[in-house]
């Protein structure tokens, strides 16, 4: 993908691979303006919400989530079944063991593994001798390989060297766009490499998050590359997906992002912010959520949330919210009963 969208040399590879297996993908695609584009002179690239679009309904029609590149097919809910496989890893390390194991389980490129050597890992691609892996299937699999982790992650992860297993097309110039840098051809396998720093990263992300990028899928993959972002968003994860007490340690947290605690407060004080200010916004949540519900009482509230004794609690959300937790409460119960 790049600024002007996705190359349209990949979407015509996704209809030729659909083609294939019979399927009359003109006759049962509804957006004409597809074709239309498709077949203008000069087009090179696909707008990224069209191409989205395009390829939803190429997965509906061949039924098959690896749009019948792989040697065997991959029904659909595989990808949902993986995903859900990797959110409840504790750091990137296990959960690319896990993607590796299951990618070879389920798409038949059963030679696909992860290689560390040193501070170096590798993510590989390949089937049995003698099955290729055509150039789509790499192309996807290996942007799925480096984005889903980094997704996972909730950060960047450039990669240090990208290899395809073949010869190098005319449309070349787009790797660097969708992998950050200009690929090697003709290799052995697939493959993706990284710094294996990376692998000791937790797994920020929620169920929650992960059932919102299903429902967009492959809307993600399609318009993100870099899934960076600031040390604060990273630290408010770890809480809220962790200890979302008022015990809740900065040391615990710096420990899980494998940083000091002195490195951690310092790049939350670049940011504007600080731990105990996250852990407050983490906990004030959590509090209004809560008696939202209204399925607990301010002392229970109080006891999970980890203060003291409840008059801590009681002076901690007047602060937060300008009125006592029992009065907010009621308040609620008051405008939902009207609404």
Excluded at 216 to 234: E, K, M, N, Q, V
Aim: with cysteine; proline share 6%; hydrophobic share 40%.
């Amino acid at each position: 993908m790049s600024a002007d969208g996705v190359a349209v040399q990949f979407v015509r590879a996704a209809i030729a691979s659909t083609e294939s297996a019979g399927i009359d993908v003109r006759g049962a695609t509804r957006d004409t303006s597809l074709w239309r584009e498709l077949a203008r002179p000069g087009t090179t690239h696909i707008g990224c919400e069209q191409a989205v679009t395009a390829l939803r309904g190429l997965l509906r029609l061949t039924g098959d989530e690896l749009l019948l590149l792989g040697p065997r097919p991959v029904p659909p809910g595989t990808f949902r079944m993986i995903s859900l496989g990797l959110i409840h890893a504790p750091d990137l390390r296990t959960a690319l063991e896990r993607l590796v194991e299951f990618a070879s389980i389920t798409t038949g490129y059963s030679r696909s593994r992860l290689v560390v050597d040193g501070t170096a890992c590798r993510i590989e691609i390949a089937a049995e001798p003698g099955a290729d892996v055509p150039p789509l299937a790499a192309e996807i699999m290996l942007a799925f390989a480096h984005r889903f982790p980094a997704w996972l992650a909730a950060r960047r992860i450039p990669l240090t060297g990208v290899e395809l297993p073949f010869p190098e097309p005319g449309y070349s110039a787009e790797y660097l766009h969708i992998f950050g840098r200009a690929p090697s051809f003709d290799a052995p396998v697939a493959a993706v490499s990284f710094d294996a720093g990376h692998l000791a990263a937790p797994v920020v992300r929620e169920e929650r998050e992960l059932l919102s990028y299903l429902q967009r899928s492959p809307a993600d993959l399609i318009h993100h590359r870099d899934y960076g972002t600031t040390t604060a968003d990273r630290v408010r994860n770890i809480l809220e997906r962790g200890d979302t007490s008022s015990r809740a340690r900065a040391e615990d947290v710096a420990a899980r992002l494998s940083i000091s605690v002195p490195h951690l407060r310092r790049l939350l004080r670049r940011e504007g912010t600080s731990f105990h200010r996250i852990r407050e916004e983490v906990l004030r949540d959590l509090a209004i959520a809560g008696l939202r519900r209204g399925d607990e009482s301010v002392d229970e509230l109080s006891s999970r949330l980890g203060f003291s004794e409840p008059s801590a609690f009681r002076r901690a959300f007047t602060r937060w919210v300008g009125s006592p937790p029992g009065e907010y409460r009621d308040r609620h119960a008051a405008l939902s009963a009207r609404n």
